[in-house]
């Protein structure tokens, strides 16, 4: 199995900040890392797949990036609507997602 | 625009079988470009895959819930369903059905249902 973990687990920012989460899996996956935001009550989303290539309809304030096992994902300025917790997730062998990383004021 | 929504008991006794179907609008689960998934969520915590299937039949699993799980299809009524055996407290979560798109080789979870909770207690 592929195991996924996030850092930080939790972070503290205000609007306008520039933030990066990072995403580590336990073996290379290539490219296969998908980015999803989740609010509360809420389904998540989809924002990135393939490492770095935007979802249609998705802000160009996120982007991602890395391959292997290292990847980021980067709010270049955040907006109130961005509060929410995100989610790596690998495909590279069926699928698991990483703990969470919740983005709070 | 492809929408899937969620429904079945939501309490379901320890011991029982959990069952769910998921129902697609805007799009067919005949086709052959997309795969068809369960994930969850148990309150507070993380997201794990369930298992999906392809418009053929064929079946994916998690290895860790296989001996108890069984995924379906009803083509005639664009649904799939899923059916947990032997629940316990365990798999008290929010179930999410979703559309696997597969963009090159990289699959992603591109369209989700809006969940639901399944409680197991007596």
């Known amino acids: 199995d592929i195991q996924m973990t996030q850092s930080p687990s939790s972070l503290s920012a205000s609007v306008g900040d520039r933030v990066t989460i990072t995403c580590r899996a336990s073996?290379?996956?290539?490219?296969?890392l998908n980015w999803y935001q989740q609010k509360p009550g809420k389904a998540p989303k989809l924002l990135i797949y393939?490492?770095?290539t935007l979802q249609s309809g998705v802000p160009s304030r996120f982007s991602g990036g890395g391959s292997g096992t290292d990847f980021t994902l980067t709010i270049s300025s955040l907006l109130p609507e961005d509060f929410a917790t995100y989610f790596c997730q690998q495909s590279y062998s069926t699928f698991s997602f990483g703990p969470g990383t919740k983005v709070d004021i | 625009q492809v929408q899937l929504q969620e429904s079945g008991p939501r309490l379901v006794k320890p011991s029982q079988t959990l069952s769910l179907t998921c129902t697609v609008s805007g799009g067919s689960i005949s086709s052959g470009d997309y795969y068809w998934s369960w994930i969850r969520q148990p309150p507070g915590k993380g997201l794990e895959w369930i298992g999906y299937?392809?418009?053929?039949?064929?079946?994916y699993y998690n290895p860790s819930l296989r001996s108890r799980l069984t995924i379906s299809a009803d083509t005639s009524n664009n649904q799939f369903s899923l059916h947990l055996s032997s629940v316990t407290a365990a798999d008290t979560a929010v179930y999410y059905c979703?559309?696997?798109?597969?963009?090159?080789?990289?699959?992603?979870?591109?369209?989700w249902g809006q969940g639901t909770l399944v409680t197991v207690s007596s």
């Open positions: 979703a559309r696997i798109s597969i963009v090159g080789v990289v699959k992603n979870f591109d369209h």
């Open positions: 073996q290379s996956i290539s490219i296969y």
């Open positions: 393939a490492a770095s």
């Open positions: 299937i392809y418009y053929r039949g064929s079946t």
